[in-house]
């Protein structure tokens, strides 16, 4: 009797092979979509967003978050520190754009914001000056033998319930090089940026101001102390 007799010819086995391998792949990516569908579902449902950044990039404060939710009517930002300016400077403007983005995601656009190149409008910066904020004049090398200069407004407009006010985005967060020449601590105002705006919002938002009194005369610390 022939052994081989009932066997399927190697290469029927081989394509028979390859069409079950095609079928169990189909079958996968079926299932992986259908997966990818439901979670997208399941996502518009339940919004949620994870900051895995090992500085904390995209985080927001729930405090931040209350007091913006909290507006009865959106806060509006006109950021000025925007445009051509030096390098080393980027982080910060980065900073301001990420952060006012993930607090206008976070709150429900309860806050609107933009960016607005003072260069290409002259007249703002003579409004600003008109209201005693003037420009930050920086330089950096362009060549062994070429500086460039900028005149900068690290400054914001916020309006709120008919309410503007003007921020000094790097208040505290500038110091005196050894030629006499100011320069903005970058990483000091990136830090300090959610406590400037927050504070200035709170602010505006409130309805009175609260007052601070100090008592002197006891051994309490002196105002530079406290």
């Known amino acids: ?9 190697p290469e029927e086995a081989m394509s028979r092979n390859t069409r079950t391998r095609k079928s169990v792949l189909a079958v996968q990516a079926l299932a992986v ?4 569908v439901f979670l997208n579902l399941i996502s518009s449902a339940f919004f949620t967003r994870i900051d895995l950044t090992r500085e904390g990039r995209y985080s927001v404060s729930e405090v931040s978050r209350k007091i913006v939710a909290e507006l009865p009517t959106p806060v509006q930002i006109n950021v000025y520190f925007d445009g051509e300016m030096p390098a080393r400077y980027r982080p910060f403007q980065e900073a301001l754009q990420t952060y006012l983005r993930e607090l206008n ?14 260069s290409l409008t002259p007249e703002v910066a003579l409004d600003f000056q008109k209201q005693g904020w003037y420009p930050f004049p920086v330089s950096e090398w362009v060549s062994p033998t070429e500086q460039k200069n900028y005149a900068l407004l690290p400054y914001a407009t916020l309006s709120h319930a008919g309410k503007q006010t003007v921020v000094n985005l790097v208040k505290g967060c500038v110091y005196v090089l050894p030629d006499g020449k100011a320069e903005i601590d970058v990483e000091k105002a990136i830090q300090n940026l959610e406590y400037t705006l927050m504070t200035r919002i709170y602010n505006m938002s409130r309805e009175k101001s609260r007052l601070i009194g100090f008592l002197k005369g006891h051994g309490e610390y002196d105002i530079r102390q406290l």
């Open 1 to 9: 009797a022939d052994a081989g007799a009932g066997l399927p010819h």
């Open 33 to 36: 979509a259908g997966i990818l």
């Open 105 to 118: 995601i976070q709150t429900a656009d309860r806050l609107e914001y933009q960016f607005i190149d003072p």
